[in-house]
């Protein structure tokens, strides 16, 4: 719920933005029952906490991932320790100097995803060069280059 902004209103109606989506429809797309979907609807509304989270929440747009080669753009993976400051500035510091754009800029919360990281859409080819500098820096463990 939380990766697609999934929202829950006071009657416990959901939306992605400001689409409804109904039980059934996400019951099937998680392959549950849509009892379950019901059920954990009313859990969330029940919970304070929960119900501040998930009734504000919202949608951050969509990720250019899976159309960056259409697009000609090039997508960096990189995994560090995400309780470290200054990954995201180091990797765009080498990128800015050589001159590229990052069109978009994920960053996994790392108390959500199992295997956080940082995953960089860049305007154009991203050079040899460029990739053994970032390879090369204190803050990061690994970098993948999608195709």
Do not use: W
Not at 64 to 83: C, F, M, N, Q, W
Request: aromatic letters at 2%; hydrophobic letters at 45%; charged letters at 25%.
């Amino acid at each position: 719920m939380v990766e697609i902004g999934m929202r829950i209103d006071e009657s416990g109606k959901l939306y992605v933005d400001d689409v409804e989506v109904n039980d059934t429809a996400i019951a099937r797309a998680v392959g549950v029952d849509r009892r379950v979907v019901r059920n954990t609807t009313k859990q969330i509304l029940d919970n304070p906490e929960l119900r501040g989270i998930f009734m504000r929440i919202r949608s951050v747009g969509a990720s250019l991932v899976e159309v960056a080669k259409t697009l000609g753009y090039s997508v960096l993976v990189i995994r560090s320790d995400p309780h470290k400051p200054g990954v995201i500035a180091s990797v765009t510091g080498v990128l800015a100097k050589y001159g590229l754009v990052v069109r978009q800029a994920l960053a996994d919360d790392p108390d959500l995803a199992p295997e956080p990281c940082l995953t960089l859409v860049i305007d154009g080819r991203v050079p040899a060069e460029a990739i053994h500098e970032i390879t090369h820096l204190p803050l990061v463990e690994s970098l993948t280059m999608l195709k």
